[in-house]
């Protein structure tokens, strides 16, 4: 019986996984969180940068202001640095080694733990002195419903080393972002950003479109 077969399975897994190494146990996990992670359709990815600021925030007052056009579509790494001037986290280093992609569903930012500025880092704390600078960290941001005149993005999850942080950890450590930044609110990982009520701003394959309804 098939059933059988997988029972047996499962009990030769049990013992392997009782006699394994704290770090073995610690990569299976960061592997079943790999396998189990949704993946990201997008294929282009883009760094922050100053430059990005100029160049989404011309193409905003396009649309928003002088209404030169309907509609514009901008990279994800021009748009999360658009994001972060409105924030006031500026300068961005140039070069930068945080990167985004982004599809329909989210946004997701890419970089490694040397590439958050000081005042980002110092929040970690002691932790910081246990981590290797190039341990790779990933964010993931999605969009949330909001009435007219406002768009909302809210951040769901970090992984640092390919491990999420659990939800307990998260929470505390974000809401010490929420202090520095009053902007992303209480909790730390909320952004709402102001649009005419008839703008729109919307997540699409490699990119974040901006538009005015007709």
Do not use: C
């Not at 930044?181 to 005419?196: I, Q, T």
């Amino acid at each position: 019986m098939v059933v059988t077969e997988l029972g047996k399975t499962h009990r030769r897994t049990d013992e392997r996984v009782a006699q394994a190494t704290p770090r073995g146990v610690i990569l299976a996990m960061v592997l079943l969180l790999t396998a189990y992670a949704s993946p990201l359709s997008a294929q282009v990815w883009q760094a922050i940068s100053m430059a990005g600021i100029q160049r989404v925030s011309g193409k905003v007052d396009s649309v928003f202001i002088d209404r030169k056009v309907t509609e514009f579509t901008v990279g994800g790494g021009d748009w999360v640095s658009y994001l972060a001037a409105r924030l006031g986290a500026v300068p961005i280093p140039d070069p930068s080694g945080i990167k985004v992609a982004v599809d329909t569903a989210r946004i997701l930012v890419t970089g490694k733990m040397s590439d958050l500025p000081p005042e980002t880092t110092a929040l970690f704390g002691p932790v910081m002195m246990l981590v290797d600078p190039n341990t790779p960290l990933e964010a993931e941001v999605v969009m949330a419903p909001t009435g007219p005149g406002a768009v909302r993005f809210v951040l769901t999850t970090i992984r640092v080393g390919g491990m999420a942080i659990p939800e307990s950890l998260l929470s505390r450590f974000l809401a010490q972002v929420g202090a520095r930044y009053p902007a992303l609110g209480k909790s730390g990982r909320e952004l709402l950003v102001g649009v005419p009520v008839d703008g729109h701003v919307g997540l699409v394959q490699d990119g974040v479109r901006i538009w005015v309804a007709p």
